[in-house]
């Protein structure tokens, strides 16, 4: 009998997990409107913040991801917050992408105002806020990962 339970346990540790990913696979990419943004700002400060405005259809973008992952990886949670703002134009295109391409990061889809609120005019294009919440850094293009995880560590110390 005890064997039989500890089967039937050990058979639903392997089901739940999978149950889950399931779900999570199914559930909507969350979109952010402005309001949100500042609120992603406000409630991070004290914190270096790195925002990646990319979308799937956009080859650079997705060369950028696993630089971004490897910063996000080099810094502690408490210090660095990466978040990932997608304009594609699709949200299931994306959902999809997310599926096969996990992120460390959380990813948003942009509203239809965003971009043109916060001037995003280009991608890929980082926006890297220092510790007090100011935007210090705006990046258009690729940047090399020593570049990118320099700029975030310079960031971590406030200025005086």
């Known amino acids: 009998m005890k064997i039989l339970l500890a089967v039937a346990i050990l058979m639903l540790l392997v089901v739940m997990p999978t149950s889950f990913r399931a779900w999570a696979d199914t ?6 409107d ?8 406000a409630e991070n400060k004290g914190k270096v913040i790195l925002v990646d405005f990319w979308a799937t259809w956009c080859g650079p973008c997705r060369k950028k991801l696993p630089d971004l992952e490897a910063c996000r990886a080099a810094f502690p949670e408490d210090q660095l917050v990466v978040i990932g703002i997608s304009l594609d134009f699709n949200p ?3 959902r999809s992408f997310l599926k096969v391409n996990q992120l460390s990061y959380p990813i948003y889809l ?12 280009a991608i890929p294009l980082l926006h890297i806020y220092d510790v007090a919440g100011n935007l210090r850094i705006v990046e258009e293009g690729l940047t090399p990962k020593e570049t990118l995880c320099g700029n975030i560590d310079e960031l971590m110390t406030p200025l005086p």
């Open 27 to 32: 559930s909507p990419v969350p979109v952010l």
């Open 34 to 41: 402005a309001q949100g943004y500042a609120e992603i700002l």
């Open 92 to 94: 299931e295109t994306l």
């Open 110 to 121: 942009a509203d239809d105002n965003l971009a043109e609120e916060l001037d995003v005019q």
